[in-house]
């Protein structure tokens, strides 16, 4: 059975970085599209960025791009979300994903789902 755990969110101040990661088990990170997305209450989950095997295809969402790197580790079958220039307005639940379809505007590409992990940015 698929399992995601994130991990390395926190609370930390505007302009600030965090580093999350997201440890899979029971599959090869290099046979599936892997994607981080995020969550607020009261709205949709919205993707972040996703990537396939071997970085040869990588997206990211426009909210985020150039301050946001997603890279995998196929050894340790790991996925990060480097987060640097943290806003307010990226704090959420975020949730890494795995499946086989690497889009970022629904959530329906994605049958493998973590637990979450919260980052708060304060101004």
């Known amino acids: 059975q698929v399992q995601l755990v994130e991990s390395g969110g926190g609370s930390v101040q505007a302009g600030g970085s965090l580093r999350l990661s997201c440890a899979a088990s029971g599959y090869s990170y290099s046979n599936y599209c892997m994607g981080w997305f995020r969550q607020v209450p009261g709205k949709e989950r919205e993707g972040v960025a996703a990537?396939?095997?071997?970085?040869?295809?990588?997206k990211y969402a426009d909210s985020v791009k150039g301050r946001f790197t997603i890279s995998q580790d196929n050894a340790k079958n790991t996925l990060y979300l480097q987060m640097n220039s943290l806003k307010p307005e990226d704090t959420a639940m975020y949730y890494c994903a795995a499946g086989h379809y690497c889009v970022l505007d629904s959530m329906n590409g994605y049958n493998s789902w973590g637990q979450g992990t919260q980052v708060t940015v304060s101004s």
């Open positions: 990537i396939l095997p071997h970085g040869i295809f990588i």
